[in-house]
């Protein structure tokens, strides 16, 4: 049985990449075909969910705001 979340926006993909130091990471997920959706989190988050490089994982959005401009 599958996990229902309260979110539309969810990306399933593979983490291709982590920065990371002290206090912060960064976590890249490929979502497709040039497609990437970036994660910022705690280290001690990222260390807890025992994510690495390599691991499956579905990204979740939900903003309350989500703004576009054209420069």
């Known amino acids: 049985m599958s996990k229902q979340y309260g979110?539309?926006?969810q990306f399933a993909g593979e983490v291709i990449q982590i920065k990371t130091n002290d206090i912060m990471s960064e976590v890249?997920?490929?979502t497709g075909e040039n497609s990437y959706v970036t994660s910022v989190m705690t280290t001690d988050?990222?260390?807890a969910m025992k994510?690495?490089?390599g691991d499956l994982v579905k990204a979740l959005v939900k903003a309350v705001n989500v703004v576009l401009v054209k420069e």
């Open 45 to 47: 988050s990222l260390k």
């Open 28 to 30: 890249v997920i490929e």
């Open 51 to 53: 994510i690495k490089e």
């Open 7 to 9: 979110v539309r926006n």
